[in-house]
C-alpha cells in the first residue's frame, strides 16, 4: 500500500481519507432517516395502499434530499468549534483547504448524488409494492423530477452558505445562519426595489401609485407611453437577485467558509 505523503502541501489521498471518514460518520444516521421513511410508507401502504411518497410527483423526496443535505452541512465543522474534539480535528495530517475541500465536495456533491440514486431506487421499489398491493403506484421519483437544475443549483448555493455558517459559529450555527440569509436576501431586495423606485422617479416616470394587482407603473413625462409594464421591471429586478443569490453569495460563502477553517486551525495552533 501506498504510504500518505504527510509532507505534501496539498494531496488528494488526504482528501479522499477525509472524505471517507465523513461520510462514514454520516452514514448511520443517514441509514436511520431512510429506514424511517420506509417505515412510514409501509405504514400508509398497509392502511390505503398508498406509499405517500410516491404521490403527486413524488415532491417529499426531493424535500427530503435537499433538507438533508443542509443541515449535514449546517453541522459539517461542528467538531471543529468542540472543546473535546477540537484537539482531535487540528491534528488531523491535511491542510485547512483539504479539510473544506473535503467537507465541500462531501455535502455540495455526493451527497446530493447518492441521496438521489438512493431515494429513486427506494421510490420504484414502493411503485412496485404498490402496484402488486392493488394501488396505482404513484410515480417514480427521480431528481429531474424536483425542477432540474434549478433546485440542485439552489441547493449547492444553500449548501455552501451553511458550510460558511458552520465554520463560522460555534453553537446553534444552523438557526444563526438562516437568520443571516434571511437578513441579507431582506437587505438586498430592499436596495434593489429602492433602486428602481430612485432611477425612474429621479427621471419623471414613475408616481407613487403602483396597481400591484395589474403590475403596472404609471409613466409621466415621455411622450406616446402611457405606462412601464411591470413585467420589464420584474425581468431586470430577478436578473438581479439571480446574480446576488446565484453568483456573489456562492463565491462569499466560498471564500468566506474556508478563511474561517484556516484562521480556526491558525489560532489553535498558536494556543
Do not use: C
Amino acid at each position: 500500500m501506498k504510504a500518505l505523503d504527510v509532507t505534501a502541501r496539498f494531496s488528494i489521498e488526504r482528501i479522499a481519507l477525509l472524505l471517507r471518514n465523513r461520510l462514514l460518520e454520516d452514514l448511520p444516521g443517514f441509514a436511520i432517516g431512510f429506514a424511517i421513511l420506509l417505515g412510514l410508507n409501509a405504514l400508509t401502504l398497509l392502511l390505503g395502499k398508498t406509499a405517500f411518497m410516491n404521490e403527486r410527483s413524488g415532491g417529499i423526496w426531493t424535500v427530503f434530499v435537499v433538507s438533508s443535505g443542509i443541515l449535514l452541512s449546517s453541522f459539517a465543522f461542528k467538531g471543529m468549534h468542540s472543546g473535546r474534539s477540537g484537539p482531535d480535528w487540528l491534528l488531523l495530517p491535511a491542510t485547512p483547504l483539504e479539510k473544506y475541500g473535503a467537507a465541500l465536495l462531501a455535502y455540495v456533491l455526493i451527497f446530493p448524488l447518492a441521496a438521489s440514486a438512493v431515494s429513486t431506487g427506494l421510490s420504484a421499489l414502493l411503485y412496485l409494492v404498490e402496484r402488486a398491493l392493488g394501488g396505482s403506484g404513484g410515480v417514480i421519483w427521480t431528481p429531474l423530477l424536483s425542477g432540474g437544475f434549478e433546485t440542485w443549483g439552489a441547493y449547492a448555493v444553500m449548501s455552501l452558505v451553511f458550510l460558511a455558517g458552520s465554520a463560522t459559529f460555534r453553537k446553534r450555527a444552523p438557526l444563526k445562519t438562516f437568520g443571516v440569509l434571511t437578513g441579507y436576501g431582506l437587505v438586498m431586495a430592499f436596495i434593489l426595489i429602492g433602486g428602481v423606485f430612485l432611477i425612474y422617479r429621479s427621471r419623471g416616470l414613475l408616481t407613487t401609485e403602483f396597481d400591484f394587482r395589474n403590475g403596472v407603473f404609471n409613466i409621466e413625462g415621455a411622450e406616446g407611453l402611457a405606462a412601464l409594464d411591470g413585467e420589464r421591471v420584474g425581468g431586470i429586478y430577478e436578473t438581479a437577485m439571480n446574480i446576488l443569490f446565484y453568483g456573489i453569495l456562492p463565491l462569499f460563502s466560498l471564500g468566506f467558509g474556508y478563511l474561517k477553517v484556516a484562521e480556526k486551525e491558525a489560532r489553535d495552533e498558536v494556543q
